[in-house]
């Protein structure tokens, strides 16, 4: 399922129905995406977090996130958690 690691950016354009639509698709053929959060779209770690519950919502309860510095990494579960 895995075809290597791909990265995106995320910056001051934000957060639109486009870029999310690339992430989803791109799990068709990975089963973990990382988003780089540039600073012209946040300063703050507290709006990063915002940002990466919001994209989980989004994509669904099948996917979980982690946040590392401005990098949020969203994985794929097989199952959906509860």
Same mark, same amino acid.
């Given at each position: 399922? #895995?075809?290597?690691?791909? *990265?995106?950016?995320? =910056?001051?354009? =934000?957060? *639109? #129905? /486009?870029? +999310?639509?690339?992430?989803?698709?791109?799990?068709? /053929?990975?089963?973990?995406?990382?988003?780089?959060?540039?600073?012209?779209?946040?300063?703050?770690?507290?709006?990063? #977090?915002?940002?990466?519950?919001?994209?989980?919502?989004?994509? =669904?309860?099948?996917?979980?996130?982690?946040?590392? =510095?401005? *990098?949020?990494?969203?994985?794929?579960?097989?199952?959906?958690? +509860?």
């Amino acid at each position: 399922m #895995k075809k290597g690691l791909v *990265t995106f950016q995320l =910056g001051k354009v =934000g957060l *639109t #129905k /486009n870029f +999310l639509e690339t992430i989803r698709k791109s799990f068709k /053929n990975r089963d973990m995406v990382k988003i780089s959060v540039l600073r012209s779209f946040s300063r703050g770690r507290e709006e990063v #977090k915002e940002i990466a519950s919001k994209i989980c919502e989004v994509l =669904g309860k099948s996917y979980t996130h982690k946040i590392i =510095g401005f *990098t949020i990494s969203i994985k794929k579960w097989r199952k959906a958690r +509860l």
